[in-house]
C-alpha cells in the first residue's frame, strides 16, 4: 500500500519559516498531482497548493507569493516551503496526491504560528 509521510512541521513565531516534506513510498511519476491542504480548528480542510505531474502549480491566494511548492522526482517527495508565516497559518498539513482512480493522504503535520 503507497503511504505518504510528511515531516517538518513545529512552531514557529511569526515572520519565520518552514519547510514541509511528502515522501511517497513508491515512484510519484504516475500521480496526476500532489499537494496540500490544511485545517484549522473548527474550520474546513482547505487545499494550500498543488503541483501537476507537468510541474503546473496553483495556490490559495491567503498564500501566494509565501509559499511554495515543488516537487523531486528523483526522491518521490514534494516540498512546500514556507515563508513570512503569520499566525493564521496555523493548522494542521496535509499531503495528497491524487491517482487517476483515487487519492491518498498523509497522516498530518501541525505548523503552529505563534510569538
Known amino acids: 500500500q503507497v503511504q505518504l509521510v510528511e515531516s517538518g512541521g513545529g512552531l514557529v513565531q511569526p515572520g519565520g519559516s518552514l519547510r514541509l516534506s511528502c515522501a511517497a513510498s513508491e515512484s510519484i511519476f504516475s500521480f496526476n498531482a500532489m499537494g496540500w491542504y490544511r485545517q484549522a480548528p473548527g474550520k474546513q480542510r482547505d487545499l494550500v497548493a498543488r503541483?501537476?505531474?507537468?510541474?503546473?502549480?496553483n495556490y490559495a491566494d491567503s498564500v501566494k507569493g509565501r509559499f511554495t511548492i515543488s516537487r523531486d522526482n528523483a526522491q518521490n517527495t514534494v516540498y512546500l516551503q514556507m515563508n513570512s508565516l503569520e499566525p493564521e497559518d496555523t493548522a494542521v498539513y496535509y499531503c495528497?496526491?491524487?491517482?487517476?482512480?483515487?487519492?491518498?493522504w498523509g497522516q498530518g503535520t501541525q505548523v503552529t504560528v505563534s510569538a
Open positions: 503541483i501537476t505531474s507537468t510541474g503546473y502549480t
Open positions: 495528497f496526491a491524487r491517482r487517476p482512480a483515487d487519492y491518498l
